[in-house]
């Protein structure tokens, strides 16, 4: 049963590159913890947290799945985030939540690239984490090369603290080198040696004690291990074989040990402690609808949430009818949440991903999770002429339960547009359109966002509106310099003597950004300029934060016609890995997909060629690869900005 005391509570998220064994390792953590009583195979479409259809079909997670299980005393909270690129956002969501991480790395690639864009994402949210590099009795499977691709492409200070023992088919274990056996064999006691050198070099009571004794205890080592971990000063590297139930028992322990509790966090707010006597705050990650209603997902960071409770949503205010605990989509009811949980409640029918719950007397606003621009688009109508209403219902579901997919009405063409984050996580959202809603649905070819860009721009551009029908008049001028800037969009005044006054500056900014919505060459969203405001004038009566801020919408567009433009494409990195016999044929086609091929390596009989491809030429390359490659070759695509299209 969950605690009251906080020390002994961890919420921790499973993280790495589709395919490193994520839900394997869930699923035997599950099963040793006596959560389940049977493990369940991904091959077999039996896991706990790969429970929707798409999943199980797939073989892949798609949704972020949370569950609970008790280990040492302690209650720990587990969510099974997507291993590829095309759900990022759902790990975003976790992570947000989350007080730590469980890295997961395959022992024969290492790092891979989903595994750096998982890992710079916990960066950002401050996530202390440890690492289990995972299937060491595949062929090929080497702990050292694994960290060292660790230290090299994620940049932490690994601090290696099992040695495995056998290799690849021969592994059956690993030796503990913090509580290191009175008979260790001489490798053991040389990589323990190196531990604590390591951890000596980081932490200054360890460094003391080696220096004062010629060696570190083991309670110094935990202790050490555990504040580096925290800070992020060093990386608990573990290791083992899920799939074979080798190392989990040892990685719950480092996770119980290391990985920090809601108490050791720097609370959400200063006002809001991780205490339940303080006011209600709790932030929505998730909202998901089942056949029997509305659940949202939420963090409860301080106070108490019970059953029957009023809370507050940004002015509104929503009625807690349940609150559940989840184990995937199994659901039990309890009586309340407190500081520290990771629920699910029924009732509120407005709570969007992002949303703060609060007491009505108390109100706060936490930071939601950030949503990632949608690079993909497709057409998307119903087959059947009555089906217009439901579409458009089950849509806007979509879009509730997925912050970054993006639903749109084309005003040119009137056809409804889906937008998202790749093919894939486009196909996953049609598809839920026929299961869940029983809608026949046609999908036209999907198209990309393109961008806008400044080439070569204007100077003393002036633009002067003038607006007189009666009544107020609006008066503003206006004389603007556009420039190329490296990305984004850039504003500054270099207006003298108060010819413009400030207020109107920002309103000129606004309404500058307001134009940066539609550029000339079609339409699509500008970036990649910059705007100098240089003079302007005023009326003494007619003049306005409103007249300002449309001359400054106006007189943008029309420099922009004046300028020079390019069209941008949305761009990825993608890494093929192939038989080493197959690179010629997939050279060739990304070299026909307009692909820009940067490194081409070969590890074995499997090679791996990274190339900068646009995402328009991404649209089938799966069965493309596939077919080229008898079924081999797999791929994974992460956004790289945008380039000129030719």
């Known amino acids: 049963m969950r605690t009251s005391n906080l020390a002994t509570v961890r919420n921790l998220g499973i993280l790495a590159h589709v395919d490193a064994g994520k839900t394997t390792v869930t699923e035997r953590i599950l099963h040793l913890t006596g959560a389940t009583h049977k493990t369940g195979e991904v091959h077999d479409g039996t896991t706990v947290t790969d429970f929707d259809p798409q999943e199980r079909d797939r073989g892949i997670t798609i949704f972020s799945a949370a569950v609970t299980c008790a280990w040492r005393g302690h209650w720990l909270t587990l969510i099974d985030t997507p291993g590829h690129v095309d759900f990022t956002a759902e790990v975003e969501r976790a992570l947000r939540v989350l007080d730590g991480a469980i890295a ?27 690492a289990f590099v995972n299937k060491l009795d595949r062929a090929g499977a080497d702990l050292d090369k694994a960290v060292a691709s660790i230290r090299a492409r994620l940049h932490p200070a690994p601090l290696v603290v099992q040695l495995p023992i056998g290799r690849e088919d021969g592994f059956t274990g690993v030796v503990d080198l913090v509580h290191l056996p009175v008979d260790a064999s001489a490798e053991a006691r040389r990589r323990r040696r190196l531990l604590e050198e390591a951890v000596a070099e980081l932490h200054p009571l360890a460094l003391e004690e080696f220096c004062a004794a010629g060696t570190v205890s083991a309670e110094t080592l935990e202790k050490a291990l555990r504040e580096l971990t ?25 996770a119980v040990d290391y990985l920090p509790s809601p108490a050791d966090v720097p609370p959400v707010r200063d006002d809001r402690p991780a205490d339940p006597a303080a006011p209600l705050a709790a932030l929505v990650f998730k909202v998901v609808a089942t056949s029997t209603g509305r659940l949202t997902y939420l963090r409860v960071y301080s106070g108490t949430l019970r059953k029957g409770d009023q809370v507050r949503d940004a002015g509104r205010t929503e009625r807690i009818a349940r609150v559940l605990r989840v184990q995937a989509d199994r659901q039990s ?43 993909v688009s497709v057409a998307v109508e119903a087959r059947r002429a009555g089906d217009g209403e439901r579409l458009t219902s089950a849509l806007a579901r979509l879009a509730e339960e997925d912050p970054s997919l993006v639903v749109r009405t084309d005003p040119e063409t009137g056809q409804t547009v889906l937008s998202g984050l790749g093919e894939l996580h486009l196909e996953v959202a049609v598809e839920k359109l026929r299961r869940d809603r029983g809608l026949d649905v046609a999908v036209g070819r999907p198209s990309v966002a393109h961008r806008e860009t400044v ?27 556009v420039e190329p800037a490296s990305e984004g969009f850039e504003f500054a005044s ?12 920002r309103a000129v900014e606004a309404g500058c950004r307001d134009a940066l919505a539609e550029g000339p060459l079609g339409g699509h969203p500008v970036t990649g300029l910059r705007v100098v405001l240089t003079d302007g004038a005023t009326h003494p009566k007619d003049s306005s934060d409103l007249a300002f801020r449309t001359a400054g919408r106006l007189g943008l567009r029309e420099a922009l016609r004046s300028s020079v433009l390019r069209l941008l494409e949305p761009v990825a990195e993608v890494v093929v890995t192939v038989p080493a016999d197959a690179v010629g044929g997939v050279l060739g086609d990304l070299a026909a997909r307009r692909g820009r091929v940067a490194a081409s390596t ?19 390359y799966a069965n493309r690869l596939r077919s080229r490659t008898q079924g081999r070759g797999t791929f994974t695509a992460r956004p790289a900005g945008y380039a000129p299209v030719p």
């Open 602 to 620: 070969v590890r074995g009989s499997t090679a791996l060629v990274t190339a900068t491809v646009p995402v328009a030429e991404l649209f089938g």
């Open 455 to 481: 080439v070569r721009g204007v100077s003393g551009l002036l633009y002067r509106h003038v607006k007189q029908d009666g009544g107020a008049g609006q008066f503003a001028h206006v004389v603007l310099d």
């Open 333 to 375: 009811e309890v009586d309340c949440a407190v500081a520290g949980d990771i629920v699910a409640v029924a009732g509120p029918k407005a709570a969007r991903v992002g949303a703060t719950l609060c007491a009505p007397d108390a109100p706060v606003l936490l930071e939601p999770p950030p949503t990632a621009d949608p690079v």
């Open 494 to 505: 270099a207006v003298v003597g108060g010819r413009v006054p400030r207020e109107y500056v």
């Open 230 to 254: 925290l800070s992020g000063d060093g990386l608990v590297v573990l290791c083992g074989a899920a799939y074979r139930d080798r190392g989990i028992e040892p990685l719950l322990d480092a």
């Open 104 to 130: 997961v790395f395959d022992a024969v690639a290492g790092v891979e690239p989903q595994s750096e864009t998982v890992w710079r994402q916990a960066d950002r949210h401050g996530v202390p984490r440890i």
